[in-house]
């Protein structure tokens, strides 16, 4: 296992999912609206923010759109250096 890893919880994945946590709040909608909105599962929307899931580009889009923000401010800055 890689140095700065938590379990199967890489800091980048653990910090993308704290980003849209904090959005999905904001926007006042709950995990399951947000995954009503994007198409996907609640437990998806879940795994994302506990850092969880390694999102794939299309559901990154998704999720970024659900959140109305850019997808880029999600990933902004995040690394996968040590892995």
Known sequence: MAVGR???RHPAQVELGR??????VELGLSQMALAEEI?????FVSEVERGERN???SSLLRLAEGLEMNPADLVEDLRWSGS
Not at 19 to 24: E, F, K, P, S, V
Not at 39 to 43: N, R
Request: no cysteine.
């Open 6 to 8: 938590t379990g199967n």
């Open 55 to 57: 999102l794939s580009l």
């Open 39 to 43: 198409g996907l599962h609640f437990t």
């Open 19 to 24: 980003r849209a946590r904090a959005r999905r």
